[in-house]
């Protein structure tokens, strides 16, 4: 169910395939050929996932297995919704008994078992919406946001920086004891407090890359492994409240 694509093409498509010149600028149309004959892009097709990006989460769940035993999860940053086609899978989610709640601000095609919000999650609705929709306490976290790319490598990467520790925090507010969280960070350095942040809370934090992660992206995902559960920052917290009285 969560096995990892094997290597090669099983599209049935023909590999290196060139696109017309046209009114197309070539930047663009080497994005569309490198597109189209993206064997990932032709996996999702066939397998009937909406985006290649399936197997990134696939990828990291054969090897860390975040997905097994998960009973309820949230996708940050759902849309199209592979993601998302997988929660509901391996949740056994369905419209009668919604078990993933996903969001984004964009729009998104319904999938069943899947409750989405279409809303900016820095919205400061959007957490408890978000609590709302899942009926539950989430066992994993995932995120696939990065904000909209300016082309300057350190921006980007300072913004997408930013949407992934909001999204840290709030795994850390709602997630099940020894449950999970995923999200895409850009190469250019974690800060120090988010991951000092995650390893107070989880009992294992990693950088991963799937191979279906293109090789000259420098998207990475931050794998935080094992919530300790809240109380585990409790004694911390009551020791300060008592130093400042």
């Not at 994005?31 to 990291?60: C, M, S, T």
């Not at 009973?71 to 899978?89: C, E, F, N, V």
């Not at 995902?221 to 009285?245: H, I, M, N, Q, V």
Request: proline fraction near 5%; include cysteine.
């Amino acid at each position: 169910m969560t096995k990892s694509p094997i290597s090669g093409n099983r599209s049935g498509r023909k590999l290196g395939q060139k696109v017309k010149k046209g009114k197309l600028k070539a930047s663009s149309r080497r994005w569309l050929e490198r597109h189209i004959n993206d064997p990932y892009v032709q996996r999702a097709q066939l397998e009937g996932y909406r985006a290649r990006a399936a197997f990134k989460l696939l990828e990291i769940d054969e090897k860390h297995k975040i997905l097994a035993g998960a009973k309820r999860i949230i996708d940050l940053g759902a849309a199209p919704g592979s993601w998302s086609q997988i929660a509901a899978k391996v949740t056994n989610s369905t419209d009668a008994d919604p078990r993933v709640a996903a969001i984004d601000f964009l729009e998104m095609d319904p999938i069943p078992g899947v409750r989405f919000l279409q809303m900016d999650f820095l919205d400061p609705e959007a957490p408890e919406r978000l609590k709302e929709a899942i009926g539950g306490t989430p066992d994993l976290v995932i995120s696939d946001m990065a904000a909209p790319t300016t082309g300057h490598r350190q921006t980007d990467h300072l913004r997408t920086m930013h949407l992934c520790e909001v999204a840290a925090h709030f795994a850390v507010d709602v997630l099940a004891e020894g449950g999970h969280f995923l999200a895409k960070t850009f190469q250019g350095g974690t800060e120090r407090e988010l991951l000092n942040m995650l390893k107070q809370n989880f009992r294992q934090v990693i950088h991963v890359k799937p191979a279906s992660s293109r090789a000259e992206s420098v998207e990475m995902f931050l794998l935080a492994k094992g919530f300790k559960g809240r109380r585990a920052t409790e004694p911390e917290a009551s020791a300060e409240d008592a130093a400042t009285e």
